[in-house]
């Protein structure tokens, strides 16, 4: 058997790391940017929608 059977190289453990954390957090900010993009209210539907419209112009 090898002296360190167990013992993983920091670049693979670092590489582990980045791909299973970057993914969770990636997704948990979509998630919330999506939640938020529901929450807002739509001008159309308030009744602002000629203001959105004069500000676009």
């Known amino acids: 058997m090898a002296k360190r059977a167990y013992s993983t190289p920091i670049h ?3 590489f582990r790391i980045f791909c299973t954390s970057l993914p969770a957090l990636v997704a948990s900010a979509l998630i919330a940017l999506t939640l938020l993009g529901l929450g807002a209210s ?10 959105k419209l004069e500000a676009v112009r």
């Open 12 to 14: 693979t453990w670092a």
């Open 42 to 51: 739509d001008p159309v539907v308030t009744g602002h929608a000629a203001q």
